[in-house]
Every structure is written in C-alpha cells, then in structure tokens.
C-alpha cells in the first residue's frame, strides 16, 4: 500500500539509546499517514520475527510487549509522514534488523502479528554491544 523506509540504526553500548525512524509515501496526491497503524518488528539471526511494538491508525492507542514495555516508545508526525520508535536502556538481546511496517485503519490490540501489515521496509540493523 505505502513505501516505507527506515533510518537511524547502528552500533550502541548497552544503555545507551537510538532513534529508529520510518519515512512513509506514496504515488497519490491524497496519501496521509493519518490512517494507517503503523508497527515496528525486529529479527534476529535464526530466530523468529517478533513485533515490538503498534500504534493504531484510529485511536492511536499502543501496544508493547513485556520484553520492551518501559524502554522503548512508539510515535509517529503525520505531518511528515513519518513513524518513530525510541529505543532507551538497550541490552544486547535487542540487537537485530529492526523493520517497520503499516496497514490501512489498523486497531492494535493483542500480539503483533505480521500477516495484519501489507507494506514493509527493508529494515535497519541495531547492534548493542560493548
């Protein structure tokens, strides 16, 4: 549906923060971001795809899971057609190719699934080593 591209990875000590950011378009005069959930995934090498974290298109409420609920935080400036995540407190177990990904009218509720997400980035790597 939307083009989406991520920045803003790279190489971060353990604590230390970064923020990742998804730049959304698309070939319409009429696109807004307004109305597309957006959702942010990362994979590590030989394991699965899991979400980390979902903002909804209606009533922008999120959704984190335990393993990132109090440091990481999701944000978006339709503005600028443009979704964030700030990632604080980084261990070395968040080290993987983080994606961000979005879906028209979007509600997040319950585990992040992938199959809900039609438009994709082509991902950006953290590294949080010392």
């Known amino acids: 549906q939307v083009q989406l591209v991520e920045s803003g990875g790279g190489l971060v000590q353990p604590g230390g923060s970064l923020r990742l950011s998804c730049a959304a378009s698309r070939f319409t005069s009429r696109f807004t971001l307004d109305n597309y959930g957006i959702a942010w995934f990362r994979q590590a090498p030989g394991k699965e795809r899991e979400g980390v974290s979902c903002?909804?298109?209606?009533?922008?409420?999120?959704d984190y899971p335990d393993s990132v609920k109090g440091r990481f935080t999701i944000s978006r400036d339709n503005a600028k057609n443009t979704g964030y995540l700030q990632m604080n407190s980084l261990k070395p177990e968040d080290t993987a190719v983080y994606y961000c990904a979005a879906a028209i009218f979007h509600a997040c509720s319950g585990d992040l699934d992938q199959a809900d997400f039609r438009s994709w980035g082509q991902g950006t790597q953290v590294t949080v080593s010392s």
């Open positions: 903002i909804s298109a209606s009533d922008r409420s999120t």
